[in-house]
């Protein structure tokens, strides 16, 4: 298949990079500033041009705290932008696949969500990331995935804890009162593959198999680690950040599973393999040159 993505450059754009070249898929990717998915006239001219069978949208504004006072810019992007992908997906005759969030949703239920539950997002983030869907919808052919607590090679939960332990924190005060599923961009990046490959649309959750609270994920972060210091749980209210969080946002994945036949693996695993990797880069790094 030939993919061309948007974002390229994020966590999850790059996953799919690898992912697709190894599943031997054509994989043509575009960020900015070389092209701004707000900019209708680039983004036509660029998916005429690469005349992919599906345009997989990773471009986002995803800074989620940021999104508060600056909700028309990431209405844009994550909002108006999607919506002008879905007409040029059309014109190409391309699937749409647009990434949403478990941050479109409230936080009230009591079990996993699934794909039908009605979203009430609690903040600008979530309420752009909803327009995202609503403009997705509008492509004859689109699928909406929904993931959450990405990790991957970027800015993410793992990386700023690895970076306060490598600055020397001997104690870490994490959130302990918000539940969701930490997943791995790569295996993410890999889902969505087999997703395309089965001819699957609509929307479907796809997360790491778990849930674990922020405190509960740093724990297992510096436990693979093996670092000394000790997390000590602290509330959201604590935390006191901008934007409103679900307490409870883990995601459903059984329809993902009855698409490919398979659960992802355990997001402990996935953190394994994602630590190991960074360690085998930082090997890399470190070999001294000739
Ligand atoms: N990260 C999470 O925890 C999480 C959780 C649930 C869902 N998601 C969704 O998953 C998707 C991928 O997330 P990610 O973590 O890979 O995001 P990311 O690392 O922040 O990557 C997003 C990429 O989009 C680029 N971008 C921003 N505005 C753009 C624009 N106007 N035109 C073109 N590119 C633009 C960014 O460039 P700059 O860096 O230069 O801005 C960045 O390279 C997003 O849809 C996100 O909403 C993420």
């Not at 009230?108 to 990331?129: F, I, N, V």
Request: aromatic share 6%; net charge negative.
């Amino acid at each position: 298949m030939r993919l061309f993505v948007t974002g390229s450059r994020g966590q999850l754009g790059r996953a799919l990079q690898r992912t697709a070249a190894a599943g031997g898929h054509e994989y043509i990717g575009r960020d900015l500033p070389e092209l701004d998915i707000t900019d209708a006239t680039a983004v036509r001219d660029a998916v005429a041009e690469a005349r992919p069978d599906a345009v997989i949208n990773c471009a986002a504004y995803t800074a989620v705290d940021a999104a508060e006072a600056d909700e028309a810019r990431a209405l844009a992007v994550n909002g108006g932008a999607v919506a002008g992908l879905a007409a040029v997906a059309d014109e190409a005759g391309a699937l749409l696949v647009q990434i949403s969030t478990d941050f479109v949703f409230d936080g009230a239920s009591k079990r996993p969500y699934r794909e039908d539950d009605p979203p009430h997002p609690l903040s600008a983030y979530g309420r752009t990331k909803l327009a995202g869907e609503r403009g997705a919808e509008l492509a004859r052919r689109h699928l909406i995935v929904r993931t959450a607590w990405l990790f991957g090679d970027g800015a993410n939960f793992v990386e700023a804890i690895h970076r306060q332990l490598d600055a020397g924190a001997s104690e870490l005060r994490v959130v302990g009162d918000q539940r969701g599923c930490p997943t791995y961009a790569v295996d993410l990046a890999g889902a969505l593959l087999r997703l395309l490959e089965a001819g699957a649309s609509g929307v479907v959750h796809v997360v790491n198999q778990g849930q674990a609270s922020w405190f509960e994920f740093a724990v297992e972060i510096v436990r693979q680690l093996g670092a000394a210091a000790e997390v000590v749980p602290i509330s959201t209210a604590d935390a006191a950040r901008p934007a409103p969080r679900p307490a409870y946002s883990v995601l459903d994945a059984s329809r993902f599973r009855g698409i490919v036949g398979a659960d992802l693996p355990p997001w402990q695993d996935a953190l394994a393999r994602r630590l190991a990797a960074e360690e085998r880069a930082n090997n890399v790094d470190g070999c001294p040159v000739d």
